[in-house]
């Protein structure tokens, strides 16, 4: 029997397995998909757009250092969730092309807003039972990654085992004829296994213990689901998340399509289904830095709304609007020069600004040493133009320190928690927007709802993170010179 193969598909990519063929090795990458689809799915919610819109675009250190413009702040929302649904979306087609699924296709009569391939909210809604399977999926083939890493080491141990144990018997001096067959006399009745090095039967038994583990995991998990299955899952929430980013920034960003028209789940499904399976028919102002007393490196009091709806410019509807490009996507996330990530400084000023932080705790915890050891390591880590700017506050307030009063020492900490109130949140965000974006083999299973670029350091004016930073260790400065001299350590 011939079996007619798709002409759509490319020969160099046409496998002999078959469409019910398992995942195997392939899992993890499908895992690793499964959970940035998850992730977005959950970042979606209706809660985290609350806390987005509520929190994150009205936080006092986004309005003063990032941007006011609400419906900008919403654009670059949009843009990093559609980079990260383009990634997710490739790899799910790469997968697709294994089983005969173009989703690649449909992923573009999407974006394209065809009507023959528009999906309304209701998939989003129904996703949620297959969200829950995800999720499952998932958490079993982490669990089982961890466990082959255990399998193999446990397998190098017992290599290295018996290699230890072949060269004690060859360590020592060079034995003679007679006493090299002695030994093998001695040695021969012992190959059914009882001349195994100490420890070597219990850690077979590990071995066999962890190995029985890795096939039940398998079982469970992905490695041993089929690619349409899999495919068909990952294909269902990519689709739902589109329509999601639709619904919630298509009135803001241009070239997004509008959300579709409300239907039954089953008839959404039942067309989602038919697409997937058969694809052919279907300017800010200047700032400067100044003494601590002046409240120039303070965020303005902006009287802002808690409610969740964003007060911004709707873009007026027409016609022919072309939906963006993954280029487009990322042009719009580049950080322009003037900002702290355009410069590239955006991990090394989250880093300083946190060890500012630890610093205080240590000060006001009596650990002195440790303080000192902390400072030290905080000027270490600043750019030659920061630590320049220091030097010179410090120089100008040393010519006339005046006398030692509490209440000069009690006014610069109360400066400094006020500039840490709303700069560490935005240093603690970029290190772990940065930690999400660099994900290690320990985090790529990681499905939670990530932190967006906008209410980190990278879209911070640079003259006035630089200021505000400049003010707080000339702060911490003061600080620490008053606890040395209260204490008595600094001699007049």
């Not at 675009?57 to 941007?67: E, F, K, P, T």
């Not at 010519?399 to 020492?409: K, M, Q, S």
């Not at 709802?449 to 906008?454: C, N, Q």
Request: glycine fraction near 6%; proline fraction near 6%.
């Amino acid at each position: 029997m011939v079996v007619q193969k798709k002409p759509w598909l490319p020969v160099d990519l046409r496998l002999p397995s078959g469409p019910q063929a398992s995942l195997g090795i392939l899992a993890f990458e499908a895992a690793a998909t499964m959970s940035k689809l998850l992730s977005l799915h959950r970042s979606l919610s209706d809660a985290e757009v609350s806390r987005l819109r509520s929190d994150a675009m009205r936080s006092s250190g986004v309005a003063y250092l990032n941007s006011t413009d609400q419906a900008f702040l919403l654009r670059l929302a949009c843009a990093e969730l559609m980079t990260s649904l383009d990634a997710a979306a490739a790899a799910v087609a790469r997968l697709g092309l294994r089983c005969g699924i173009d989703f690649a296709g449909v992923y573009a009569c999407l974006k394209d807003g065809t009507a023959d391939a528009r999906v309304d909210p209701l998939v989003a809604k129904g996703f949620k039972v297959k969200a829950k399977k995800m999720e499952r999926l998932v958490s079993a083939t982490a669990k089982l990654c961890s466990e082959i890493e255990a399998l193999d080491e446990l397998v190098s141990a017992e290599r290295k085992l018996h290699v230890r144990g072949g060269f004690s018997r060859l360590s020592g001096p060079i034995p003679s004829k007679q006493q090299q067959h002695q030994q093998l006399v001695v040695e021969a009745p012992s190959q059914d296994g009882g001349g195994d090095p100490p420890g070597a039967e219990s850690l077979r038994q590990e071995i066999k213990t962890q190995g029985i583990k890795v096939r039940r995991l398998k079982e469970e998990s992905l490695w041993n689901q089929s690619y349409d299955k899999a495919v068909g899952l990952m294909a269902r929430a990519a689709c739902a998340v589109f329509v999601r980013i639709c619904t919630i920034f298509g009135a803001y960003v241009p070239g997004l399509p509008p959300p579709p028209p409300a239907a039954t789940t089953d008839s959404v499904q039942a067309r989602l289904s038919k697409l997937i399976l058969h694809p052919r028919s279907a300017g800010r102002a200047r700032a400067s830095s100044g003494p601590i007393t002046r409240a120039r490196v303070h965020p303005p009091m902006v009287v802002m709304s808690n409610s969740c709806p964003i007060i911004g410019l709707r873009p007026s509807p027409g016609t022919g609007r072309k939906f963006p490009a993954a280029a487009d996507w990322r042009r719009m996330l580049d950080a322009p020069p003037t900002t702290v990530g355009g410069a590239g400084l955006d991990q090394q000023y989250a880093n300083v600004i946190m060890s500012a932080e630890d610093l205080l705790r240590m000060e006001a915890e009596g650990r002195q040493e440790e303080a000192a050891a902390e400072r030290a390591e905080m000027y270490e880590m600043l750019p030659a133009k920061l630590r320049a700017a220091v030097r010179s506050k410090l120089r100008e307030w040393w010519r006339d320190p005046g006398p030692l009063d509490a209440g000069l020492a009690e006014g610069w900490k109360e400066a400094v928690d006020r500039i840490m109130a709303w700069l560490g949140p935005m240093a603690r965000d970029t290190a772990q927007w940065q930690a999400e974006r660099n994900m290690d083999r320990t985090r790529r299973f990681d499905g939670a709802p990530r932190v967006y670029a906008l209410q980190t350091l990278r879209w911070a004016d640079k003259e006035k993170a630089e200021a505000a930073i400049v003010e707080v260790l000339v702060a911490l400065s003061c600080i620490c010179w008053y606890e040395e001299r209260r204490r008595g350590s600094v001699r007049h």
